[in-house]
C-alpha cells in the first residue's frame, strides 16, 4: 500500500526486480499528506486481506514523505515497529556476515543485542530521534542504522532512511536468506515490553533523573536520552528505561524481561519510584 507519488516509483522499482507488485492509492492527494488512527488501521485491514488472499510474501505501507515504512507477514500479522527492527536487524546479519557493528536507538528492544551478540557484532546505542540515526550513519563501519519508527538507514546506499530503499532491501535479504518475515517472527527470541508514562513538570525531571542516577549506582547503565539500567541477574528482569519527554511533563518508563508478568510488575515498581522521587521534598 503506497501513498502518494512513492507508490508510481516504487511500483517502477520493484517491478523491475521481477516482483509481482500491487499499488493502493499510488496517486498525489494533497488532502491526505498524513492519516488519523482510524484511517490507518482501515488501511492495513485493507492490506491484511490483499496479502493473505493473493498470498503474498509482503505488505508495505509507505508514509507520505516516503521516509517509514509499515510492514504485513504473510501470514497478515502487521508488525510493531520494534518488534519489525528486530526481524529487519537479524535479516541484515544472516546476509551480511562481514558486519561488525550496527545502530540502534536506545529504546529498542534486547532482541537486537541478543542477535548481535550471538554473532560478536557490536551494538552501537544512539538517540531515538532521525537526527542521532544519521549521525551514526556516518561512522565508519556501521552499515545498518535501525529505527523504532518504521525507518532504516542503510549508508553503503543514503545517509537518510529512505522508505522505497527499504523496502526493496528487505525483500533482497528475504530472498537471500532464504526465510520470510512472518517465519522469522516466530524463530527468533521475543522479548515482554510494557510502557507506562507517568506525570512529571519540568520543574521535577532534574530531580528525578538525580535520583534514578544514585539508585542505580553500581549497576550496568547506559547514559543515552535517560537512564537504562541493565539487570545481570540471570533473571527474568532484563532492563527499564526511564527518559524524561522533551516536551511534555511526562517521564517514560520501559520495562523489559523474558516473560509479560516481570515485564509488568517491573513497569508498576518503577512508575512507583518515579512518582516517589518526584513527590520527595
Known amino acids: 500500500l503506497l501513498e502518494g507519488i512513492t507508490g508510481i516509483r516504487a ?10 507488485v500491487v499499488a493502493l492509492n499510488a496517486f498525489l492527494d494533497p488532502k491526505k499528506l498524513t492519516r488519523d488512527r482510524s484511517e490507518l488501521e482501515y488501511s492495513l485491514q485493507q492490506l491484511m486481506h490483499i ?8 505488505g508495505c505501507l509507505i508514509d507520505a ?9 504473510e501470514k497478515g500479522r502487521v508488525l510493531p515497529s520494534d518488534r519489525l527492527m528486530s526481524l529487519v536487524a537479524e535479516l541484515f546479519l544472516r546476509t551480511h556476515v562481514d558486519a561488525r557493528i550496527i545502530a540502534v536507538p536506545i529504546s529498542s528492544p534486547g532482541e537486537v543485542d541478543a542477535l548481535a551478540r550471538e554473532r560478536s557484532v557490536e551494538v552501537m546505542k544512539t538517540r531515538d530521534s532521525h537526527l542521532a540515526m544519521m549521525e551514526a550513519a556516518s561512522i565508519k563501519g556501521v552499515r545498518f542504522v535501525g529505527g523504532t519508527k518504521g525507518g532504516f538507514i542503510f549508508p553503503d546506499f543514503f545517509f537518510a532512511t529512505d522508505a522505497m530503499y527499504a523496502v526493496a532491501k528487505i525483500l533482497e535479504m528475504i530472498a537471500l536468506a532464504g526465510v520470510n518475515l ?3 517472527d516466530g524463530v527468533i527470541p521475543h522479548l515482554a515490553r510494557v510502557t507506562r ?10 530531580k528525578v533523573m538525580r535520583k534514578i542516577m544514585s539508585a542505580s549506582d553500581g549497576r550496568r547503565r547506559d547514559l543515552v536520552d535517560g ?4 539487570f545481570d541477574d540471570a533473571g527474568p528482569a532484563l532492563s527499564v528505561l526511564l527518559v524524561p519527554d522533551k516536551e511534555r511533563p511526562l517521564f517514560h518508563v520501559d520495562a523489559e524481561a523474558r516473560d509479560p508478568e516481570t515485564a509488568t510488575r517491573l513497569a508498576d515498581e518503577y512508575e512507583q519510584h518515579v512518582i516517589q522521587w518526584r513527590d520527595e521534598p
Open 65 to 73: 514523505g516516503g521516509e517509514k515504512i509499515t510492514v504485513i507477514t
Open 11 to 20: 511500483s517502477m522499482i520493484l517491478g523491475s526486480f521481477d516482483c509481482q
Open 182 to 184: 512472518g517465519e522469522l
Open 227 to 230: 537512564v537504562k539500567i541493565h
Open 51 to 58: 496479502v493473505t488472499s493473493l498470498q503474498y510474501d509482503l
Open 197 to 206: 508514562a507517568v506525570n512529571c513538570s519540568c520543574e521535577y525531571k532534574g
